[in-house]
T-cell receptor, first 114, second 113 residues
C-alpha cells in the first residue's frame, strides 16, 4: 500500500520567515495530495491541495509543489505568523484498487516565534 | 464542502465496555472513512464504509473490535468494542466532498479507564 514520509517532525521559525515541509510517497498511482492544518484539540482542516496533473499551486501565503517523477511534494508557507503555529499533515490519495483512501504523513509541529 | 456532525465529542468509558460513535453528513456520499489518532500521532485509517456492503478494514483492524454500520448514504457508526486503555484515542470520520477535498468530523476523544 501507500507509504507517506514527512519531514521535518518539528520546525521552529521566526515570524516573517518562510517554512517548508516535505513529503514523499511510494505509490505512483496516487493522484491527489492534500495538506491539513490541525490546531490543538481541533479537527484537521484542509489548507491546500494539488492533483497529479499540476506541478504547483498557490493560495496567498501558502503554496504546494509536486514532483511526480521523484514522488515528492512540499508545502511552502511564506511570511509566517504566530497563528500559523499548528501541526501540519500531508497526505496522498490512493489510486487503483485502493481508490479513495488517504494515507497521512507523520506530521510536522510548526512553531512560529513572534 | 460537506459538513459532518460527529458525536459524542468525548467520553470516558470503563474497560470492557463498548462505545458507538455516530457521524451524520449533510449530503449523500459514497464512501465514509473512519480514522484513529492516538495522542501526538498522525491519522491512521481504520476502515472504509460503503453503503450496502461490508466495511473494508485496514491491516491491524478487525470487524469484531471495530464494527461499522452504514445504513444509508449520509450516516455511519463506528463501535469500539471491549475497550482497553490502549483504545484511548481520538476517532474521526471523514468524507470526500464533491470538489475532491476531504473533510473531517469534529472527532470523538475517548478515554478508557
Amino acid at each position: 500500500g501507500e507509504n507517506v514520509e514527512q519531514h521535518p517532525s518539528t520546525l521552529s521559525v521566526q515570524e516573517g520567515d518562510s517554512a517548508v515541509i516535505k513529503c514523499t510517497y511510494s505509490d505512483s498511482a496516487s493522484n491527489y495530495f492534500p495538506w491539513y492544518k490541525q490546531e490543538l484539540g481541533k479537527r484537521p482542516q484542509l489548507i491546500i491541495d494539488i492533483r497529479s496533473n499540476v506541478g504547483e499551486k498557490k493560495d496567498q501565503r501558502i503554496a504546494v509543489t509536486l514532483n511526480k517523477t521523484a514522488k515528492h511534494f512540499s508545502l511552502h508557507i511564506t511570511e509566517t505568523q504566530p497563528e500559523d503555529s499548528a501541526v501540519y499533515f500531508c497526505a496522498a490519495k490512493a489510486g487503483g484498487t485502493s481508490y479513495g483512501k488517504l494515507t497521512f504523513g507523520q506530521g510536522t509541529i510548526l512553531t512560529v516565534h513572534p | 464542502s460537506a459538513v459532518i456532525s460527529q458525536k459524542p465529542s468525548r467520553d470516558i468509558c470503563q474497560r470492557g465496555t463498548s462505545l458507538t460513535i455516530q457521524c451524520q453528513v449533510d449530503s449523500q456520499v459514497t464512501m465514509m472513512f473512519w480514522y484513529r489518532q492516538q495522542p501526538g500521532q498522525s491519522l491512521t485509517l481504520i476502515a472504509t464504509a460503503n453503503q450496502g456492503s461490508e466495511a473494508t478494514y485496514e491491516s491491524g483492524f478487525v470487524i469484531d473490535k471495530f464494527p461499522i454500520s452504514r445504513p444509508n448514504l449520509t450516516f455511519s457508526t463506528l463501535t469500539v468494542s471491549n475497550m482497553s486503555p490502549e483504545d484511548s484515542s481520538i476517532y474521526l470520520c471523514s468524507v470526500e466532498g464533491q470538489g475532491g477535498g476531504y473533510t473531517f468530523g469534529s472527532g470523538t476523544r475517548l478515554t478508557v479507564v
